[in-house]
């Protein structure tokens, strides 16, 4: 198992950019795909952002194709999710979520954070 921890969050103007992070604890980080969700009030927790265990492969929901960008460092035991040209409705707590495999996935995620609130302001 690993344990996570998010940050980075904060409130920001539209159009404008934040980095997240969030750390694991653990010597087998590199054997954890990980993801990146967010949840919006009144509304179901979704998928943002995936990369496989060894970073080389991501992928990301339709709604921030293009916008944000997910990273890895297996070193630091750390994932990122750099949102830019971010929207009022990109507004929602977001959450680091690890699995064990490989592969890059939407889903099955079995480790979660404590989420980051972002807000974003029109």
């Known amino acids: 198992q690993v344990q996570l921890v998010e940050s980075g969050g904060g409130s920001v103007q539209a159009g404008g950019s934040l980095r997240l992070s969030c750390a694991a604890s653990?010597?087998?980080?590199?054997?954890?795909?990980m993801g990146w969700f967010r949840q919006a009030p009144g509304k179901e927790r979704e998928f943002v952002a995936g990369?496989?265990?060894?970073?080389?492969?991501?992928y990301y929901s339709d709604s921030v194709k293009g916008r944000f960008i997910i990273s890895r460092d297996n070193a630091k035991n750390t994932v990122y999710l750099q949102m830019n040209s971010l929207k009022p409705e990109d507004t929602a707590v977001y959450y680091c979520?690890?699995?064990?495999?490989?592969?890059?996935?939407?889903?099955?995620?079995?480790?979660w954070g404590q989420g980051t609130q972002v807000t974003v302001s029109s």
């Open positions: 653990g010597r087998t980080f590199s054997n954890y795909a």
């Open positions: 990369i496989s265990s060894s970073g080389e492969s991501t």
């Open positions: 979520a690890a699995r064990r495999g490989r592969l890059v996935y939407t889903g099955g995620y079995d480790q």
